[in-house]
T-cell receptor, first 114, second 115 residues
Framework: AQSVTQLDSQVPVFEEAPVELRCNYS??????LFWYVQYPNQGLQLLLK??????LVKGINGFEAEFNKSQTSFHLRKPSVHISDTAEYFC????????????FGKGTLLTVNP | EAGVTQFPSHSVIEKGQTVTLRCDPI?????LYWYRRVMGKEIKFLLH????????ESGMPNNRFLAERTGGTYSTLKVQPAELEDSGVYFC?????????????FGPGTRLTVL
């Protein structure tokens, strides 16, 4: 069975500050890793994904994440946030095979203050 | 290209009533998933269709939930009879076959409130 832990339920930051949203996973098999974002009153949008290859993955809106297999982590980072980054962020894993269903963490609400 | 659409956006019903949620995936996407987020909890997988066939329904809570995907196009999720604990946001997602399976495109969700 897989599980995902997002260590922070809420992260308040000031505009232009750097941010890191933490994600740890557990799985007995190889995984694919994802970060999704949900802006207010919208659906989930894929920010970035790790499938294989380089462990540093760049996504949309200036976000990046690093896959660390030894620490089973996939933390999301942005060097300078904007007010418009205020949203809920979800880390998710899938194991492929015949079903690419996603297992999600509980989400981290990022609030960017002026 | 239209994204994944869901109808209705909100539904408020009484305990014991029936509700049907609809999802229209992106055209040409064979894979269709249903997920649910109960307040304060994580988003959880309900089931997966490949075309019109149920590939995995291991996440369905109980037999009050019935999902269908007629002709491999849109899907419906019926809850009958609804209970208080069914309240939450129901998301639908779709993806292509092959390498595109890795990226699921989500709809805006249906917020279901059972009173």
């Amino acid at each position: 069975a897989q599980s995902v832990t997002q260590l922070d339920s809420q992260v308040p930051v000031f505009e232009e500050a750097p941010v890191e949203l933490r994600c740890n996973y557990s799985s007995s098999v190889s995984v694919y890793l994802f970060w999704y974002v949900q802006y207010p009153n919208q659906g989930l949008q894929l920010l970035l994904k790790y499938l294989s290859g380089s462990t540093l993955v760049k996504g949309i809106n200036g976000f990046e994440a690093e896959f660390n297999k030894s620490q089973t982590s996939f933390h999301l980072r942005k060097p300078s946030v904007h007010i418009s980054d205020t949203a809920e962020y979800f880390c998710a894993v899938s194991s492929g095979g015949s079903n690419y269903k996603l297992t999600f963490g509980k989400g981290t609400l990022l609030t960017v203050n002026p | 290209e239209a994204g994944v659409t869901q109808f209705p956006s909100h539904s408020v019903i009484e305990k014991g009533q029936t509700v049907t949620l609809r999802c229209d995936p992106i055209s040409g996407h064979d894979n269709l998933y249903w997920y649910r987020r109960v307040m304060g909890k994580e988003i959880k997988f309900l089931l997966h269709f490949v075309k019109e066939s149920k590939q995995d329904e291991s996440g369905m809570p109980n037999n009050r939930f019935l999902a269908e995907r007629t002709g491999g196009t849109y899907s419906t999720l019926k809850v009958q009879p609804a209970e208080l604990e069914d309240s939450g946001v129901y998301f639908c997602a779709s993806s292509q076959e092959g390498y595109g399976r890795h990226e699921q495109f989500f709809g805006p969700g249906t917020r279901l409130t059972v009173l």
